[in-house]
């Protein structure tokens, strides 16, 4: 069973050009599932899977106390497996075809006003490398709404810059243009030609931002470097790796920004996933109402 795992996990790299971050949850959701299988319901064989096994195995998923969004996942990568070995004629009928995703509560993304953008943007001494090479990499993630994978991945040629766009590399290696701001421009400028050669060190590498080695970020560091920022401006709000690609998509709407624009800026498949800015942008008028109305 699990040497078919591996095979779907093959066809959705090679074939369907799937990131590796959906590979590896991928990887992790089948295991267990056949984990299940095998030791709660005895059977050996992928053949004999049960739409009922499924069912008691999603209850059990919840009663551990996954959130519906991890189960949704789930249901997503086993469908998925199925309907891989229905075209490989390894089974006739799946057992997931009925299966139905948990319901999830639409929760709106945490949001930055301008103002704290700004005080944010404002913390990097840019009389330093460091602080040039930081205030670039957060003016260009506010400017384009990057993805802090696609940040970290950027090369120095990715850049157009007599037309102003940066070419973008999304999941499942969509490959998208997303324009630049003159201000995330100038800072860009400013990183590559004061501070760039710094981290060099008269290596050679093609990424856009690197560290003290000269070499390219982790998620993780990124993040390490933004969190630090945040907590030196004084801002209490809590910020997530997303958080300057909320504000970002959710300012644009705010100022009257067609939706399916900001859409193909963000790299969303479905504009159903952009519209949860426009609730965003909707609660904040509710709030600035309240404020201010006198009969709010």
Known sequence: MFEIVDQYLSYLV?????????????S???????AYLETKVGRDSLRDAKEEDLIAYMGQLRREG????????????????????????????SPAADLEQAKTWQSLPDVLSKDEVELILSVPVRSTAVGMRDRAMMELLYATGLRISELKDLALNSINWQVG???????????????????????????I??????????????????TRLGEGFTRQGLWKIIKGYVRLS???????????RHSF??????????????????GHADISTTQVYTHVTRERLKEIHKAYHPRG
């Open 249 to 266: 998509a959710t300012h644009l709407l705010a100022g009257g920004a067609d939706l399916r624009a900001v859409q193909v800026m963000l």
């Open 193 to 210: 030609q004061g501070a760039r050669p710094a981290f060099l060190k008269g290596g050679r590498c093609e990424l856009l931002f690197l």
């Open 66 to 93: 996954l959130s519906a969004r991890s189960v949704n996942r789930c249901v997503s990568a086993i469908r998925g497996f199925f309907k891989f070995m229905q075209k490989e004629r390894l089974i006739v009928n």
């Open 28 to 34: 992790r959701d089948l295991n267990r599932y056949l």
């Open 234 to 244: 004084g801002i209490n709000k809590r910020v997530y790796p997303h958080t300057f």
């Open 165 to 191: 766009y940066l070419q973008a590399v999304g999941k499942g290696n969509k490959t998208r243009l997303v324009p630049i701001g003159r201000v995330a421009q100038e800072a860009l400028r400013e990183y």
């Open 14 to 26: 090679i074939e369907k050009g799937s990131a590796a971050n959906t590979i590896e949850a991928y």
